[in-house]
C-alpha cells in the first residue's frame, strides 16, 4: 500500500480539500472500506490488512504534512 505513491498524494489532497473534519472522516471511512475490499479479493489476511491501512494512512498523514509545508495541494511536476 505505501508503494501507492499517487494513491496516497491523491488521497492526502482529497483530505486537505475537505471543509470539515466531519466530511474527512467521512472520506476516510470511504477509503478504509474500498482498501479493505481489495485487500480481501487479493486474499489477504484480516491482520495483514491492518497492517496495510496503518502503513497507507501513516503514508498518508505524511504526504499532508508535506503539502500543508509546501503550500502544494498535489500539482506538483
Known amino acids: 500500500m505505501t508503494a501507492r505513491v499517487g494513491r496516497i498524494r491523491d488521497v492526502a489532497t482529497k483530505m486537505l480539500e475537505k471543509p470539515t473534519d466531519r466530511a474527512a472522516e467521512y472520506y476516510r471511512r470511504q ?39 509546501s503550500g502544494h495541494t498535489g500539482d506538483a511536476a
Open 31 to 69: 477509503v478504509t472500506e474500498a482498501l479493505l475490499a481489495a485487500l480481501y479479493r487479493l486474499g489477504v489476511g484480516e491482520i495483514e490488512q491492518d497492517e496495510h491501512l496503518e502503513k497507507f494512512w501513516g503514508a498518508v498523514r505524511n504526504e499532508i504534512v508535506r503539502q500543508s509545508h
